[in-house]
Each structure stands twice: as structure tokens, then as C-alpha cells.
């Protein structure tokens, strides 16, 4: 069996075309609680497009510029529209207890995808190239130092910060989060937890009436 054959194979397994793009979705998706993670990814997508912008144009835009200021600020507050969205998509799953059904892989590469996502953003602030980055490079030296990565991870050293912010950290938090949407789309939207306190009531009364 070729390579191309194998990959069609598991596609086909794992990810049907009527799971990848589905025309009709539960009911109860229409919830609030179920627009918490299209919010991140709309916030992700704008990061992305915005720190491209910032990185091709380099520190002297975005700090001289008024375009480039305004480009900064998109940059900027859509990383806080990002984790404010990621924290109650997280908070909304966890008190729905969606690794259930076996789902414990999706809510896995979801923790993953959060942590490293405040590593990035840590990088971010130490990769504005102003006094508040200074601030924050020399206080979370010690932090690093602290945790034992201070030999491998020096937040002081720019380029290696910069690299690591531009390159590394994003590349790996949109690989996390395309496999996290293809494990969600091959599973299905996550179940509300069933109320059961009406219904164990009524099943009690009818117990007592029989």
C-alpha cells in the first residue's frame, strides 16, 4: 500500500467527509456556551494575521508609525479577546466534563494548546522592545531560573525571545489547535450533562405511588 493510498485510508477512518464538514449540528450547539471557542479561533486568526504584519515590517513601524500603532493595538487586544474566550471556553467544558465519552484526547491537546498559548503571550510582552519588556524580562529571569529552564529559556536574550514568539510557539499552538478542531469534528460537538435531579423525582414518586 503507497503512501497517498495509507493517508486516504486514515482520513476516511477518522475524519468522514460528513464529520469535516457537517450541514446539520445538534440542537442544543445553539447554547452561548458553544460560541466560547469559535471566539478563540476568530482571535487566533486575527493574532496571526496582525503579528505577520508586525513581523514584516519590524519594530520601527509599529513604534513610529500610526498605522503600525494601530496594527500593535489589533495585535495587542486581540490576545486578550483570545484568552478571555479560550478561559471561558475552558471553564464552560470543564464544568461539562467533557473529557467523558472518551473524549480525554481532545480535552488533553486543549490544556496543551492553553499552556503553551501564556508561554507565547509571556514572549509576546518580552518582544515589544520597550521599557515594559525590559521590566518583564529581567523579573521573569528569575521565575525561569526558579523552574530549571533558565539554562535553555533566557528571557533577557531578544533574539532568542523573538524567534521563539515569531516562529516556534505559533507554529506549534495552530498545529495543536487544527489537530484539536480535527479531533472535535470527528467526535461531534460535546453532550450537555444530563439533569437528572428533576427526573430522579419523578421517578421516586412513581416508585411511592406503586
Do not use: C
Amino acid at each position: 500500500m503507497n503512501l497517498t493510498r495509507r493517508a486516504r485510508h486514515v482520513l476516511e477512518e477518522n475524519l468522514p467527509l460528513e464529520d469535516a464538514l457537517p450541514t446539520e449540528m445538534p440542537v442544543y450547539v445553539n447554547s452561548v456556551s458553544y460560541l466560547f471557542g469559535a471566539a478563540a479561533l476568530s482571535s487566533l486568526a486575527m493574532i496571526v494575521l496582525t503579528g505577520i504584519t508586525l513581523a514584516v515590517f519590524g519594530p520601527g513601524w509599529y513604534h513610529v508609525s500610526k498605522i503600525g500603532h494601530f496594527v500593535n493595538s489589533l495585535h495587542f487586544w486581540s490576545v486578550q479577546a483570545f484568552f478571555g474566550a479560550i478561559i471561558l471556553h475552558f471553564l464552560t467544558k470543564f464544568f461539562m466534563a467533557a473529557w467523558r465519552d472518551g473524549r480525554w484526547k481532545t480535552w488533553m491537546v486543549g490544556v496543551l494548546i492553553f499552556g503553551l498559548s501564556v508561554f507565547t503571550g509571556l514572549t509576546g510582552f518580552l518582544s515589544q522592545t520597550n521599557w515594559d519588556s525590559q521590566w518583564v524580562a529581567v523579573q521573569s529571569k528569575d521565575a525561569m531560573n526558579a523552574l530549571g529552564i533558565g539554562a535553555f529559556f533566557n528571557t533577557m536574550d531578544t533574539g532568542q525571545v523573538l524567534t521563539l514568539h515569531v516562529v516556534v510557539l505559533p507554529s506549534l499552538v495552530v498545529l495543536l489547535v487544527a489537530l484539536h478542531l480535527v479531533l472535535v469534528r470527528r467526535e461531534g460537538p460535546v453532550k450537555p450533562l444530563e439533569s437528572t435531579g428533576d427526573n430522579s423525582v419523578v421517578q421516586a414518586e412513581d416508585r411511592r405511588e406503586r
